[in-house]
């Protein structure tokens, strides 16, 4: 999976201190990935790739939610972001820690072997 995030802002940075990635299928944690602390300058996007392995099997709870899915051709799986970044204002100014509210989208994934075909997720966070 591709993660991009955007700093459109032509005087504020970010300092990306801490990001962890988790992937939820109907209530169900299966994916967990803490990616790197980076950097991000003005108006440039970053990507990341979180890699999402299931950790231990699943519950058998979501059996009817899991054969429904795949019968419409698609999985929704739920990627939410836990955050910790600094902010730097012009050149000089750095403010402290922040942790802005969880970042929470639906992506669609396509059934192997159906002909349905990934479509990007755009999600917009408000932070402050």
């Not at 108006?43 to 699943?58: D, K, V």
């Not at 429904?68 to 820690?97: A, C, D, M, N, P």
Request: glycine share 8%.
């Amino acid at each position: 999976m591709d993660l991009s995030i955007r700093n459109p802002n032509r005087r504020v940075a970010f300092y990306w201190d801490r990001i962890e990635a988790r992937a939820i299928y109907d209530g169900y944690r299966f994916g967990y990935d803490a990616l790197p602390a980076f950097y991000q300058g003005h108006r440039t996007t970053t990507t990341l790739h979180p890699a999402f392995r299931g950790q231990q099997a699943a519950p058998g709870s979501f059996a009817g939610t899991f054969e429904r899915e795949k019968g419409e051709g698609s999985f929704y799986v739920q990627v939410e972001l836990s955050t910790k970044l600094r902010i730097k204002v012009l050149r000089f100014v750095k403010l402290g820690h922040f942790k802005p509210r969880k970042i929470d989208c639906v992506v669609k994934l396509p059934v192997p072997g159906s002909s349905g075909s990934f479509e990007r997720t755009k999600c917009h966070v408000d932070w402050f």
